[in-house]
């Protein structure tokens, strides 16, 4: 899967369960102050790209990082390539 | 503690016959049947009722989706009833925010939708990964109640009674006893239920459901009818807004009825079929609270949903009440047994009738049987002056619950 296409996901994503714009969905859009999500937003955050990408988000510490959207496409990717590496193992 | 009289100032409904209460009544008076062949049911190995009465698409999007996230499609009728009611009552959100206003609010169940979900993840993988972080407000018993207080901004009472098909006209009752005891000065009450097969399925299981009319949808329930043959099982929400009734007129509220008596109790003999004693004292206790006669009764609203053995024993209760000649109905015909949900609505289109002068027959009624045919059933739509009415639900579980209502108050009191 290439980085756009994980980007393209993602967005969609959000996009569907947090009924956003999609013209908001930029890299450089606050999660907290641009597109509205609070604690809970963020729990389903989670298991919404857990479901999308099959990547464990929980645990992940990296998370709690997150600011932008930018932030959560470039973790999602990260998240993908290790699980992608692991399973060439 | 004081008590005061209860007077209803609003009304809303999403029922299988529509949203909005203009919707409800033109569906009764035109004398539709929201029944329809159901696929989700037809699915169900074992399930023989393949027939239900379920809302039309509503627009749940006029609810923020920071309130939303955490409803399952019960919250969001009652939700939709619920602003209806409020404004037909003419309470602005400023209103209703100050403690002196609760909610009380029941459900047969959380939701069962729901619910479903959260065992579907754990037999699939043992997993609760998957969990939104809402779930569970959508499942608790109370979740109806607990999301009118936080989307209507309520600081009073939160009341979330559940007993089964009365809850209803129970949560009206109740509620009408915090307002009439002076606990609160405004409450908004009723029932909400959302389908599913879990709960068709005990009925099917109990021998209780319609299971005749599957390719005749629109000729059942057939309350009262000797070819009866069950309940067909429904959803929606039906809210009323209660007030002191000196609340009501210090701000100059339109009133539409007063909640003269309320009672419910309980049928220890069976926990599936109320027993007619039981039923009997229900409704005389009702009566007894409201001060008035059986004979000043002018129409019964039963809650009669198509059973064999529901439907006799109701009667015969009725027949011993207020002998023959009070004119009953049941609604069941149009609307299904819309659960937790029937007896509120219900009592909204009992006053719809009282302020019409318009009595809605059982639709489906074509040859009463032998114990019920001994009342004067309605067949057909009647004009009549009428000033009051008893409404009743009888649920499984063994508990009874009546309400007498009249329409506008007199100056007199």
Redesign the interface.
Known sequence: MTDDKVIEIVNQSLVEEFELDPGMMTPDVFLVEGLGFDSLDFVDVVVVLQQAFGIELREEPRVREVRTLGDLHHLVIEKKRELEGLKQQ | MPQRRVVITGAGAVSPLGCGVPMVWKGLVEGRTSVRHCPSLAEVKGLRTTVAACVPEVDAGTID??KR?YMSKMSIYATIAAREALQMAGLGADQVRGTRTGVCVGSTTGSTVETEKFFVEMQNGRSI??????HFFKIMNSSCAANLAQVLGISGRQVAPSAACATGTIAVGLGAESVACGKQDVMICGGADELHPLTVGVFDTLEASSRAYNDRPDMTPRPFDRKRDGIVCGEGAGMVVLEALEHARAREAEIIGEVRGFSMNSSPDDIANPGVDSMVDCMASALDESGLSGEQVGYVNAHATGTIQGDEAECRALEHVFGRGTPVSSLKGHMGHAMAACGALELIATLLMMRKGLLVPTRNLQEPDDICGRLNLLTTLEHRHLEVAIVNSFALGGINSAMVISGRPTNDG
Do not use: D, G, P, Q
């Open positions: 989706r920071k996230r990964e998957n969990l939104k972080s809402t």
